[in-house]
């Protein structure tokens, strides 16, 4: 994490709501996404107020691409009336070498300078249920799980964290510190597939990236993530990296990769292997994350490549 935020220019843009939706283009966006563009957002009721069709269009219409979180930086390449051509260098993709493009309304943006996101520790949210609290104004934000932000002290309960807005805490048992030189200690396969079991039944939102709200791969990118592995953003960016292994050699942590054409075609899913022949994974719109067996079912079937990224 610190390599990369060392390789960022001098100052960069940083993500000053509780997910920033990464947008194909400025028109993608419509009037029922208001929660999701607006300043700030309120990231559930967006996804709770989308009708089953309104939710599959955001994938079907190719009008999302990904998230970054509270915090996360982008790089505006440049500006197009009221939003910000984009990329997300913490998203590696083969989209662009310098990481996931796409489009972010200006106003969930704010400018910074790098030594002031340059600490030597960092505090990481280990909870979907932490707030960004500002006793100052009396306001607080719901954020996501690994939201990452450079920490600036504590007292008793709370962390003091550097954001976008200043100085603000967060309850301290919501949290994690890591240091600079370490960053989130890396894990095992078997911590890949603790990471994800609390979000069990949480809705597939496509693109998504947060705690309100996972894809496929963006559980898969998280569930490493939380054990210091940054992976790609793209399922099948994911099944080109890491270690090749057989699908008889599988342990728990592996990620399972899906190909249309009974896995002769074009990847289309990704799943986190969870032992005994299951996998934890996000489906599709209008179902949640699960467990579910492999064999005698399509994924049996779609089942293509396997790889490993945990030591």
């Known amino acids: 994490m610190q390599q990369l935020l060392k390789e960022l220019p001098k100052t960069f843009h940083v993500t000053n709501v509780q997910a920033a939706t990464i947008w194909t ?26 009708t089953y069709e309104e939710s599959l269009a955001l994938c079907n219409e190719n009008r999302v691409q990904s998230q970054t ?50 600490q030597d520790k960092y505090i990481v949210v280990t909870t979907d249920n932490a707030w960004l609290e500002d006793p100052a104004k009396d306001t607080r ?4 799980y690994l939201t990452i932000l450079p920490y600036l002290g504590e007292r008793e309960a709370h962390v003091y964290v550097q954001t976008p807005s200043g100085k603000q805490q967060i309850a301290k048992e919501k949290t994690v510190t890591v240091t600079k030189e370490d960053g989130i200690k890396q894990g095992s ?3 890949i597939v603790t990471a994800a079991l609390p979000f069990i039944g949480l809705d597939y939102f496509w693109g998504g990236m947060s705690s309100f709200g996972y894809d496929c791969s963006g559980l898969a990118y998280a569930a490493h993530k939380a054990n210091g592995y940054w992976i790609a953003r793209d399922a099948g960016d994911q099944a080109r990296a890491g270690e090749e292994i057989a699908i008889d050699a599988l342990k728990p942590g592996d990620l399972l990769f899906f190909a249309y054409q009974e896995g ?12 005994n022949g299951e996998m934890l994974h ?30």
């Open 141 to 144: 934000i719901q954020l996501s």
């Open 69 to 118: 979180l509270y915090g996360e930086p982008v790089i505006v390449l440049e500006e197009e009336g009221d939003w910000a051509h984009v990329i997300a260098p913490f998203q590696p993709s083969k989209k662009d070498s310098r990481g996931y493009p796409g489009y972010i309304p200006l106003r969930q943006l704010t400018s910074v300078d790098k030594e002031a996101w340059l």
């Open 282 to 311: 996000s489906p599709q719109t209008g179902k949640g994350v699960e467990i579910t067996p492999l064999k005698g079912t399509e994924y049996e079937k779609e089942l293509c490549a396997a790889r490993r990224y945990w030591r």
């Open 25 to 50: 283009n400025p028109q993608a966006a419509r009037a029922e996404d208001k929660d999701g563009t607006s300043h700030p957002t309120d990231i559930l009721k967006w996804v709770n107020s989308l």
């Open 264 to 275: 002769k075609g074009a990847i289309h899913h990704v799943g986190i292997y969870k032992g």
């Open 189 to 191: 396969g078997a911590d």
